[in-house]
């Protein structure tokens, strides 16, 4: 199988082409740089650079997408351009949750737990076991995820995966026997097998948000008279 993956999510702006044979994901081309802003100028010729490498668009079954948690910006210009280019190539688009593509891009054995900083003193993560995933994806206080993570130690080791993982650290010196694998984002090679191993229908290319927006409506239409009553 043929396909592209697309990342936006966090610090990476990230376009490539595999070649999937069982469980081996090779590589056709790959376009990646990281950045925290500025993707929507840069993926577009990262695509078209990868998929050059690839031999062109012409074989590519399914495009994946990483659909959040992250940027909301950043979300927004990935699920845009891989929208549009699964229409122009007539193949599905598959969501991909960067909590799940960062807790593949390690070795699957034992707890693993995919962890991002999401300031406001949170992380949002999720908990998998051998590779599968013991609960939803939250958005949680650092101290209510530190304690989580303590409480698994007991069960055997832990790995931690993610933004999340120098922050929980840095609050819970408990943790410091954990594997920590801070990487700023899901391996593209993790991304590829979940696209092609993901059904279409059950994973969505739409945003996953843990969290509201932090921007708040207006209080009032353009033009209309401001409320001074005290």
């Not at 840069?42 to 994946?64: K, N, P, Q, W």
């Not at 699964?86 to 699957?108: E, F, N, R």
């Not at 101290?143 to 069960?155: C, F, G, N, Q, R």
Request: glycine share 12%; hydrophobic share 45%; charged share 20%.
């Amino acid at each position: 199988m043929k396909l592209m993956v697309i990342d936006t999510s966090l610090g990476t702006c990230l376009a490539a082409s595999f070649r999937i044979e069982g469980d081996k994901a090779s590589v056709l081309g790959i376009r990646a740089q990281d950045m925290t802003k500025g993707h929507q100028e840069h993926l577009g010729g990262f695509a078209r650079d990868a998929s050059r490498d690839a031999g062109g668009f012409t074989g590519v079954e399914r495009i994946g997408v990483t659909i959040g948690p992250g940027s909301f910006t950043g979300l927004r210009v990935g699920l845009s351009f891989a929208l549009g280019l699964g229409a122009a190539l007539g193949c599905p688009v598959i969501g991909i949750s960067t909590l799940d593509g960062l807790a593949a891009s390690v070795p699957a054995e034992g707890w693993v737990v995919a962890a991002i900083d999401a300031r406001r003193a949170q992380v949002y993560m999720r908990v998998f076991k051998d590779g599968v995933p013991v609960e939803d994806a939250q958005a949680l206080a650092i101290e209510d995820a530190a304690a989580k993570i303590l409480a698994l130690t007991e069960d055997g080791a832990v790995a931690i995966v993610g933004s999340g993982a120098e922050v929980l650290l840095a609050h819970e010196a408990g943790l410091e026997k954990a594997r920590l694998h801070p990487l700023p984002a899901p391996t593209a090679e993790a991304l590829a097998l979940l696209a092609a191993t993901l059904d279409p229908e059950a994973n969505p290319p739409k945003p996953l948000y843990l969290r509201a927006p932090d921007a708040t409506p207006p209080t009032r239409l353009p033009g209309q008279p401001r409320n001074l009553t005290v």
